[in-house]
């Protein structure tokens, strides 16, 4: 059993910057292969991928939408997921879910096992 719980969203104005934590609390043990993702889903919207990490080699992958302005990034010993956001804009406004994925990289929420709770971001002047 996985539990995730996120922080750090809030409300920004547009060009601002906010930093998304995640951490994973696991009863066993955190496998190297394991995928940790975020995504979004603004109101009338349907969940959609930001980005992903592999836990153990720390390789990433990124919506077109969040390329050079969203980092994924992680710490192994506090069992912790960063989503650092750059250059926000209001279309980035949203609520923001870290999830997990036992078998690998996928961008279909369907695909993963266990899901927080959210933090809103909100990008407004």
């Known amino acids: 059993q996985v539990q995730l719980v996120e922080s750090g969203g809030g409300l920004v104005q547009p060009g601002g910057s906010l930093r998304l934590s995640c951490v994973a609390s696991a009863s066993g043990r955190v496998f190297s292969s394991w995928v940790m993702g975020w995504f979004r889903q603004a109101p009338g919207n349907e969940r959609e991928f930001v980005a992903q990490?592999?836990?153990?080699?720390?390789?990433?992958n990124y919506a077109d939408s969040v390329k050079g302005r969203f980092t994924i990034s992680r710490e192994t010993a506090k069992n912790t997921v960063y989503l650092q956001m750059e250059n926000l804009k209001t279309e980035d406004t949203a609520v923001y879910y870290c999830?997990?994925?036992?078998?690998?990289?996928?961008?279909?929420?369907?695909?993963?096992?266990?899901w927080g709770r959210g933090t809103q971001v909100t990008v407004s002047s």
């Open positions: 990490i592999r836990w153990g080699a720390g390789t990433t």
């Open positions: 999830a997990l994925n036992r078998r690998g990289y996928s961008v279909r929420p369907m695909d993963y096992d266990y």
